[in-house]
């Protein structure tokens, strides 16, 4: 939105010098379209305007913009690069070809639009802002946060500057922990660097569920439960039927040894997004944990059913499989997750199906690859839960 204000303020220069060069029924109508935010009716009176024989780059300008906030990407991009090739010095069709560009997927050819535009406006903010977002596409998050960081110290004030220095600050430090798999200097660094950022986004828009939103995750990952929970209430006092914000609380419920709290929240999520693989996930987990087997055997089902990658719901469908005698299924569900056994726990289920099912020589096998995990791991070689 911050972006969209400041285009609207270029657009708007180039309106008042439209008056002058059309008359004032078309040029009302699209002043009128424009302020309303009717993209789509102002953009067919652009279209008009230059089937009429009105034409310009600042012309084009505008329609291209209004293409842009309307949707039409493909469209907006073939009207912006004709008003450059009028007129390069336009620094409006610049910076929404990078935008253009960018929601397209198209970002590393956005970064030049973008970056010409940043030469053309070094006071403004919109091309950092842009090319933070088009850095994120890349993936890209160290030069996506420098842009957002210079965002941020031109205007104090933008809390989509901070939203954006705190999530790839995030990025950055979850990248540097999956590389080293331990917490070091430069990631702790770096998580710091994201509370700040995020806090500071809060303080300047505390009305935002986004804003508490994202604080509270923040709080989560970084094992602060009471600070993560009062951020995910903040949110539901805004937005009460927030599913991001109830699957976050559940979540942190569950994560902090409390997970009966957590059900009544993943419940309003399922009555919204009954499919939804994580919330129905975690509530299998909750309720194998507390040894409600038939109950727990739905909700993983679909949560595999919506993404078969969710290693621990997996398990919990083995013991349930285990619990209800069906040994065999549970073999096979634990042989698909036994090669990421992150502690040994996997196996361990695994050599005791096996067992039961008399094929000793294979439980042994498992048994002795769960004491290795399990050593590898620093966990004692005890039965697991």
């Not at 053309?120 to 957002?148: C, F, I, N, W």
């Not at 040894?291 to 349930?320: E, H, M, Y």
């Not at 299924?329 to 996997?346: F, H, Q």
Request: aromatic share 6%; hydrophobic share 45%; net charge neutral.
């Amino acid at each position: 939105m911050a972006i969209v204000l400041r285009i609207g303020a270029l657009l708007w220069l180039v309106n008042l010098s439209l008056l002058a060069m059309v008359g004032e029924d078309i040029a009302g109508q699209i002043r009128d379209a424009q302020g309303t935010g009717d993209y789509p009716k102002a953009a067919k009176l652009y279209a008009q305007l230059i089937a009429s024989g009105e034409d310009s780059a600042e012309i084009r300008s505008n329609y291209g913009a209004m293409l842009y906030f309307a949707g039409r990407d493909g469209e907006a991009l073939e009207q912006l690069l004709l008003a450059l090739k009028s007129n390069p010095k336009l620094t409006a069709p610049s910076l929404l070809a990078g935008m253009s560009l960018t929601r397209m997927g198209r970002c590393k050819e956005a970064l030049p639009y973008l970056e010409r535009a940043l030469l053309q406006q070094p006071s403004s903010t919109a091309p950092l802002l842009a090319m933070g977002k088009a850095y994120v596409g890349l993936r890209d998050y160290r030069h996506a946060r420098e842009a957002y960081v210079a965002a941020a110290r031109m205007d104090p004030g933008s809390g989509e500057a901070w939203y954006g220095a705190g999530i790839t600050a995030r990025s950055l430090a979850d990248a540097v922990l999956k590389k080293n798999r331990m917490a070091n200097a430069e990631s702790e660094e770096l998580l710091r660097d994201s509370m700040k950022a995020f806090t500071r986004a809060v303080e300047i828009d505390p009305a935002s569920p986004r804003g508490h939103l994202i604080l509270a995750e923040s709080w989560r990952d970084s094992g602060k439960f009471v600070e993560a929970v009062a951020e995910y209430e903040t949110v539901l006092r805004l937005s009460p039927k927030n599913a991001a914000a109830n699957l976050g609380l559940a979540t942190t419920y569950w994560k902090s040894g409390d997970p009966e709290k957590a059900i009544p929240h993943l419940e309003v999520v399922l009555r919204e997004l009954p499919e939804d693989a994580e919330t129905n996930g975690i509530m299998a987990n909750i309720l194998v944990r507390r040894g409600d087997f038939t109950k727990a055997l739905p909700f993983a089902r679909k949560a595999l059913a919506a993404n078969p990658d969710l290693a621990q719901v997996r398990f919990s469908l083995a013991k349930i499989y285990v619990e209800q005698g069906q040994t065999e299924n549970a073999v096979r569900e634990l042989s698909k997750i036994a090669t990421i056994d992150p502690d040994g726990t996997y196996h361990y289920l695994l050599a005791r199906a096996l067992k039961s099912l008399g094929r000793n020589a294979e439980a042994e096998a498992a048994l002795a690859r769960f004491r290795q995990l399990r050593a590898a791991s620093k966990g004692p070689t005890v039965e697991p839960e």
